[in-house]
């Protein structure tokens, strides 16, 4: 039997499940409002977007040393179907799996996802620590300091945006802008 898609009440419910912090509920949802924008924009399934956006760190609370793999174990043992769990564990490429995005919709979360946190910080940084009045070019200037949000692998978003085909700045801006969308939510 094909395990039925699941539906973003389960995977919200799932995420809290394994995740308490706001830092990771909140990077789930900015990453699931990108993932949604991009659906929209190439006339795809947003549901199925969203709901990979949304558990795409499921296990990095918990499981940090063993990230991607404990995603793909809970998932399988949840009934996932295996498509979402592949998409899922294609984020962390190079990193915490050898699965390498395909899709564009693999691509779109591997480029995304850690965007979304040089997003955050630079907003955060700025006067009205607002998304509302950011712009791409705040952000690209904070790219080039290395000690700002150090966390954040820019080598993986260049690799990402190179493999969509997209300008950086460009995939900057819609990042910005679907991010924008669920401000209150991201806290911002
Ligand atoms: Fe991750
Ligand atoms: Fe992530």
């Not at 977007?49 to 499981?63: A, K, N, P, S, T």
Request: net charge neutral; charged share 30%; aromatic share 6%.
């Amino acid at each position: 039997m094909t395990p039925t898609a699941p539906t973003r009440e389960e995977a919200l419910a799932l995420l809290k499940e394994f995740n308490k912090t706001d830092r990771a509920i909140r990077h789930a949802l900015a990453v699931e409002a990108v993932m949604k924008h991009f659906a929209r924009k190439h006339g795809e399934n947003e549901v199925k977007w969203g709901v990979i956006g949304l558990i795409h760190d499921l296990d990095y609370e918990q499981f940090p040393s063993e990230h991607c793999k404990k995603t793909a174990e809970i998932l399988r043992g949840r009934g996932w179907p295996e498509e979402y769990i592949r998409s899922a564990v294609s984020h962390g490429w190079g990193l915490c799996s050898d699965v390498e995005p395909t899709s564009t919709m693999e691509k779109v979360l591997f480029a995304a996802d850690e965007l979304t946190g040089l997003v955050a910080a630079t907003a955060l940084v700025r006067p009205s620590k607002s998304l509302a009045d950011l712009e791409a070019r705040s952000v690209k200037k904070k790219w080039k300091e290395k000690g700002f949000a150090a966390g954040v692998n820019r080598a993986v978003i260049e690799k990402g945006a190179a493999m969509l085909g997209v300008e950086l700045a460009a995939f900057i801006e819609e990042v910005i802008a679907a991010m924008r969308s669920v401000a209150a939510e991201l806290g911002h």
